[in-house]
């Protein structure tokens, strides 16, 4: 079964840039979905298609996807981003959707 | 608005059944595929299952295939997921989740989310 890797944690100071990867084989094939999840609270989607922002999602969040890695990019990060992200694809082999582990951001 | 409420989480003992329900309102219903997506306390997303929008495609995690069965009345714009012989492992804030598409053979991605029913399995 497909697998999505992220890193468990990323720290990063106010008005920094955070980067978090989620990684898979040729995953760059694939289109993926990232979701923002403060605690207590539901999942949020952030980027869906590798790069699109929802409305009322800030342009402070990025996204792309190329080769192994895709990426969720916070820029000018702010106290309120601190959360857990999650990419997710669909593996169309299996019509499963698969989630990575998260990344818990942690803004310093 | 669109929203989702789910509903029927409970605790249940090892081999037993429960059967969730998530009401819909806010968008047609049978345009959208539902998923269920599950988060064991302290843990991350576990995506369960999809139900296509007419009800006629589902899909399911393996942990769960032959246990769990999803469905849907879309005249009652309402989500089901029956869970049956229950494990311990099944201990979690269970959500549904709207598809951005009828299709769940596509690259759909989930929103909004309703809150989440928990589910506790424990003797």
């Known amino acids: 079964s497909y697998v999505l890797t992220q890193p468990p944690s990323v720290s990063v100071a106010p008005g920094k840039t955070a980067k978090i990867p989620c990684g898979g084989y040729?995953?760059?094939?694939?289109?993926v979905h990232w979701y923002q999840q403060k605690p207590g609270q539901a999942p949020v989607v952030v980027i869906y298609?590798?790069?699109d922002r929802p409305s009322g999602i800030p342009e402070r969040f990025s996204g792309s996807n190329s080769g192994n890695t895709a990426t969720l990019t916070i820029s000018r990060v702010e106290v309120g981003d601190e959360a857990d992200y999650y990419c997710?694809?669909?593996?169309?082999?299996?019509?499963?959707?698969?989630f990575g582990g998260g990344t818990k951001v942690t803004v310093l | 608005e669109v929203q989702l409420l789910e509903s029927g989480g409970d605790l249940v003992q090892p081999g037993g059944s429960l059967r969730l329900s998530c009401a819909a309102s806010?968008?047609?219903?049978?345009?959208?595929?539902m998923s269920w997506v599950r988060q064991a306390p302290g843990k991350g997303l576990e995506w369960v299952s999809v139900?296509?929008?007419?009800?006629?495609?589902?899909y399911y995690t393996d942990s769960v295939k032959g246990r769990f069965a999803v469905s849907r009345d879309n005249s009652k714009s309402t989500l089901y997921l029956q869970m049956n012989n229950l494990r311990t492992e099944d201990t979690a804030l269970y959500y549904c989740?709207?598809?951005?598409?009828?299709?769940?053979?596509?690259?759909?991605?989930?929103?909004?989310w309703g809150q989440g029913t928990l589910v506790t399995v424990s003797s």
């Open positions: 989740a709207k598809e951005s598409d009828w299709n769940p053979r596509k690259n759909n991605w989930f929103g909004p």
């Open positions: 806010g968008f047609t219903f049978s345009s959208s595929a």
């Open positions: 139900i296509s929008g007419m009800g006629d495609n589902t």
């Open positions: 040729s995953i760059g094939s694939k289109t």
């Open positions: 298609f590798d790069t």
């Open positions: 997710q694809v669909w593996d169309s082999y299996t019509d499963r959707r698969v």
